[in-house]
């Protein structure tokens, strides 16, 4: 089974142009790509169900993520290491389309999944040796 970003390994460029080309996120958190000529592509709705149904787009949900993440006692699977970069990804377009106190939420989730992520990858350096 191909990981995440294996499967938009050879379309970074057309994901480039997804959040080039603004992304409509409503009240129920489902994130549509706003120019119909892209949201029309084949690989838009691959980007939709990544989007969709894979990461978490709620405050709550990703302070949950990271909750788990900043206590996981070793190594992430590679496809909960994909999710959670792609949760960044998320988070900070949030967090550039926010302001106020929403702004600060954004970027604190951010901060936190960016924390996790350091740590899961500098896990193996930071065992004792027996």
């Known amino acids: 089974m191909e990981s995440l970003l294996e499967k938009i390994n050879s379309c970074v460029l057309i994901l480039y142009q997804f959040l080039l080309a603004e992304l409509d996120i409503d009240k129920g958190q489902r994130i549509s790509i706003k120019d119909e000529e892209l949201a029309s592509l084949r690989k838009a709705a691959e980007f939709d169900t990544i ?41 900070a377009y949030r967090a550039a389309q926010s302001q106020g106190h929403q702004k600060d939420t954004w970027a604190e989730s951010f901060v936190n999944l960016y924390k996790a992520l350091k740590n899961d990858l500098m896990l193996p350096y930071n065992k004792q040796p027996s």
């Open 51 to 91: 989007c969709n149904e894979i990461i978490p787009k709620s405050i709550t949900e990703i302070r949950r993520l990271s909750s788990r993440l900043s206590s996981y006692p070793r190594v992430l699977k590679k496809e909960d290491f994909e999710r959670t970069v792609l949760t960044m990804v998320y988070t």
